[in-house]
């Protein structure tokens, strides 16, 4: 609402045109960053004493890396009394790309801090973190983190970047057991995938993350069979010949022990082997002579009948 209000200052004709690169530079910010700052810039040419559009090509240079050119349009903005003040922490991780901690920490203590909503805070907090953790102040990283809303049981629109920024400041200080736990919470979170907590969890418990669905050999693989092997390959293969596979004792399957013979070692299995241990293979297509003995009453049972020898 307040953009518009602003951009009904301009005519018609050019505010249409200067609307229409602000909106394709929010469509583009994130996945395509340069292309988001031409149209921010093209913007800017048209309507420079207008603050949103400062704001928006300073939002645009920060996504693309800009940190100098990023911090110069949001000073503007500032000066121009554009909007709110949401885009202080942005002003803040600029300083802190330019390597001045102390300029980002004066403009998080600024009173503009204090008229942030609830998101804002939390993403200037979330910057603080970093500035603390450049200035080699790891323990305070930590603990500029511990607010309320770490603990919140309901998913708000910072909860990603809050726990995986907390999790982040704890592998810092040394802490990857509690890291561990933050960065599982943070994928938990993270619904759409747009972190990497999943594989940094991973990496804290030594775990290997196998992506299923990119495997489409995934289906046919055995027990004991190379990736791409179909089963019935192995049809005809001498039973001597075929990898062994781990096949789990049934009640309707005993397995008879012999005297004097060596019990298997037991093999301990891991959570991804119950995961992924795929069914046993399929006796129909199997030789004969390995088929195991069916009682002659369900091969022939009238034919057992018209054979028996007739009484004297």
């Known amino acids: 609402m307040e953009a518009r209000e602003e951009l009904r200052t301009l005519p018609k004709e050019l505010a249409t045109k200067v609307a229409r690169h602000l909106v394709m530079a929010g469509r583009l910010a994130e996945d395509e960053p340069e292309q988001a700052y031409r149209h921010?810039?093209?913007?800017?040419?048209?309507?420079?004493?207008?603050?949103?559009?400062?704001?928006?090509?300073?939002?645009?240079?920060?996504?693309g890396g800009e940190w100098a050119e990023a911090l110069a349009e949001l000073r503007a903005a500032r000066r121009l009394g554009a909007g709110d003040y949401s885009y202080l922490p942005v002003m803040a991780d600029c300083e802190r790309g330019l390597g001045r901690p102390e300029r980002a920490l004066d403009l998080i203590k600024s009173p503009e801090a204090e008229k942030l909503d609830p998101t804002g805070r939390?993403?200037?907090?979330?910057?603080?973190?970093?500035?603390?953790?450049d200035m080699g102040q790891n323990d305070a990283a930590v603990v500029t983190l511990q607010i309320p809303e770490l603990r919140d049981r309901r998913l708000r629109p910072w909860s990603v970047r809050l726990?995986?920024?907390?999790?982040?400041?704890?592998?810092?200080?040394?802490?990857?057991?509690?890291?561990s736990d933050w960065f599982a919470r943070a994928a938990?979170?993270?619904?759409?995938?747009?972190?990497?907590?999943?594989?940094?969890?991973?990496?804290?418990?030594?775990?290997?993350?196998?992506?299923?669905?990119?495997?489409?050999d995934f289906a046919d693989v055995r027990a004991g069979e190379p990736a791409g092997?179909?089963?019935?390959?192995?049809?005809?293969?001498?039973a001597e010949e075929i990898p062994e596979a781990p096949v789990e004792e049934t009640a309707e399957e005993p397995v008879e022990e012999s005297a004097g013979a060596e019990e298997p070692e037991a093999v301990e299995a891991s959570a991804t082997?119950?995961?992924?241990?795929?069914?046993?293979?399929?006796?129909?297509?199997?030789?004969?002579?390995?088929?195991?003995?069916?009682?002659?009453?369900?091969?022939e049972p009238k034919q057992a009948d018209e054979e028996r020898p007739q009484a004297d």
């Open 40 to 63: 921010a810039k093209a913007a800017r040419r048209l309507a420079s004493r207008v603050g949103i559009v400062r704001e928006a090509a300073g939002i645009a240079a920060y996504h």
């Open 122 to 133: 939390v993403e200037l907090r979330i910057v603080e973190s970093g500035v603390r953790r």
């Open 163 to 179: 726990f995986y920024a907390y999790a982040d400041a704890l592998v810092e200080a040394g802490r990857e057991g509690e890291a």
């Open 188 to 216: 938990a979170a993270d619904r759409d995938g747009d972190t990497d907590a999943a594989e940094r969890y991973a990496e804290l418990e030594g775990l290997q993350i196998l992506d299923t669905e990119e495997d489409e």
């Open 229 to 238: 092997t179909p089963a019935e390959d192995l049809a005809g293969t001498p």
């Open 273 to 299: 082997d119950i995961a992924f241990r795929p069914a046993e293979p399929e006796v129909l297509d199997a030789p004969d002579e390995g088929a195991p003995g069916v009682p002659a009453v369900f091969l």
